[in-house]
């Protein structure tokens, strides 16, 4: 299975239908609001792990419910709630695989690929219960959840191994010792401008508003994009820094996600200041 995996990654062959399906979902889910809250950027966490929830959850049910006797009602139920539900988990899934590298995208496309098998499936098995036809119904629902859950296994791949739409930033934090480190004399810094420093060989971004200073983990946590290269903007009314490779934007008074495809706000360090100088430390 990880020489099957290892070959997806790496078969290029899939970019030619890859590309071309990115292209046709960023010019579908153009506006930012959308796209915003598709990558769940008003969670502070991902919205597409949460939505597959229902849907497995509901075949899942349904699987055990068709063992049992007298339980047909019910198990349509589920059958026809978890396709339903497929959905939105599916568009909200499309808009973040856009966003990953290409060998994410190559694993993401056979990924979305069994899903849609498995969604067709329950499909068909909903159309034949609610046609009398039981028997068939259940056939196409434990196929499709086979499809489905070898869908899962990709997406598992997918984010735990290849790091998609998961916090890349944060694993630096392990990275900092224990206790305050000082960063920079409070007067030298500049009004309004990123500056940036190390703690531990971490690098960390420091923005002062008047006597107020941000210090923030400068990896992205989107994929790993240098916030300290990025350019300072306003957006409602918040000072945010906006990631120079994707886009991403986050509050520099609070670390929050303010534009995707970050679907994880940012780390800001606790600060203060002893004889005019900036310290930080771990939260």
């Not at 950027?41 to 919205?47: I, K, N, S, T």
């Not at 699987?63 to 959905?87: C, I, K």
Request: glycine share 12%.
């Amino acid at each position: 299975m990880r020489a099957l995996l290892t070959k997806i990654e790496r078969a290029s062959a899939l970019d030619r239908a890859g590309d071309r399906l990115q292209r046709a979902v960023q010019a579908t889910l153009r506006p930012q609001r959308v796209r915003d809250l598709l990558h769940g950027v008003f969670l502070g966490h991902p919205l597409h792990p949460a939505l597959v929830q229902v849907p497995i959850g509901s075949w899942i049910s349904a699987a055990v419910l068709d063992l049992l006797p007298g339980q047909r009602r019910a198990a349509t139920t589920l059958v026809g709630l978890g396709t339903v539900s497929a959905l939105p988990a599916a568009v909200a899934g499309l808009n973040d695989w856009a966003a990953l590298s290409r060998d994410q995208r190559r694993i993401g496309l056979v990924h979305a690929a069994s899903n849609t098998i498995g969604l067709t499936l329950y499909a068909g098995s909903l159309a034949a219960r609610l046609n009398g036809r039981h028997g068939t119904g259940r056939a196409l629902a434990y196929l499709g959840l086979s499809a489905a859950s070898a869908g899962a296994y990709l997406g598992g791949h997918l984010a735990y191994k290849q790091g998609a739409q998961v916090n890349q930033s944060v694993s630096e934090l392990h990275r900092i010792g224990e206790g305050w480190h000082a960063l920079a004399d409070l007067a030298a810094l500049p009004q309004r401008k990123l500056v940036t420093r190390e703690m531990d060989d971490v690098s960390v971004i420091l923005y002062r508003h008047g006597d107020e200073v941000t210090v923030m983990l400068e990896r992205c946590p989107h994929q790993s994009g240098p916030l300290g290269e990025g350019e300072v903007t306003e957006i409602d009314g918040h000072a945010c820094v906006v990631c120079p490779w994707h886009g991403s934007a986050f509050r520099l008074n609070g670390g929050e996600v303010m534009h995707g495809p970050s679907g994880n706000d940012q780390q800001v360090l606790p600060t203060r200041v002893v004889d005019g100088v900036l310290e930080a430390r771990l939260p």
